[in-house]
Each structure stands twice: as C-alpha cells, then as structure tokens.
C-alpha cells in the first residue's frame, strides 16, 4: 500500500457584501449571485465595513497527477498571458492617446 497523499483539506473562508445579505435574508433577493468572494486555506486578510466574514467549511482538494497539474499550471500561464496582453494594449492605447492629444496642441517655438 502507498503512502503518497492524494488529497488535502483547507478551510473556506466567505466574504459577502453586506447589503445583499441583508437583503436575501429579508427575501429581498433570490439568491446572492454575485458579492461573494471565497478564501480558500486562509482567513480573508483584508477588512471592509461592507462585508460580512463567515466561514464556509472544509474542502477537500484531490491531488491530480503530474500530467493534469502540468496541464492546470498551462492553462493558468496562458490565462495570465493574455491577462497581460490586454493590460499591454490598455496601457499603450492610453499612452498613445495622450502622445496624440499633446501633439494636437499648438507647438510653441
């Protein structure tokens, strides 16, 4: 029998904007589709008066193999690529923009 881990468990952590909990408690709101952001293994380090902490529970992550992390870690590197590519183009519209509005001025000798 192996002794590899094939699995580990981490605590869930949620932080959920206070007006719509407020809201789906008074069944105001269906559901609470979006104002949730989950922290996964720590407890949420940021504070604001705008939301509520509450712990969710225990998750356990199953260990994929070595090709399927391999896999994961590409596709996570191509989603930060082009995240990157997008922030690039923003940033050199937006300074092109500007090269263009200051040429656009009248030039003084």
């Known amino acids: 029998m192996s002794d590899e881990k094939t699995s580990f468990v ?11 909990l407020d809201r789906y408690l008074e069944g105001d709101l269906e559901d609470i589709q979006g104002g949730v ?9 940021t504070y604001s008066e705008y939301d509520h902490y509450m ?14 992390r391999l896999q994961s870690e590409l596709m996570a590197l ?18 092109q923009d500007r090269k263009k509005k200051l040429l656009a001025l009248p030039h003084w000798d």
């Open 78 to 95: 191509d989603g930060a690529i082009e995240s990157e590519k997008k922030e690039s183009m923003a940033r050199l519209e937006d300074l």
């Open 10 to 20: 981490v605590p869930v952590y949620a932080e959920v904007w206070k007006s719509d």
């Open 37 to 45: 952001t989950l922290k996964v293994g720590v407890v949420p380090d």
């Open 55 to 68: 712990p969710v529970g225990l998750v356990t992550v199953n260990i994929p193999c070595v090709a399927e």
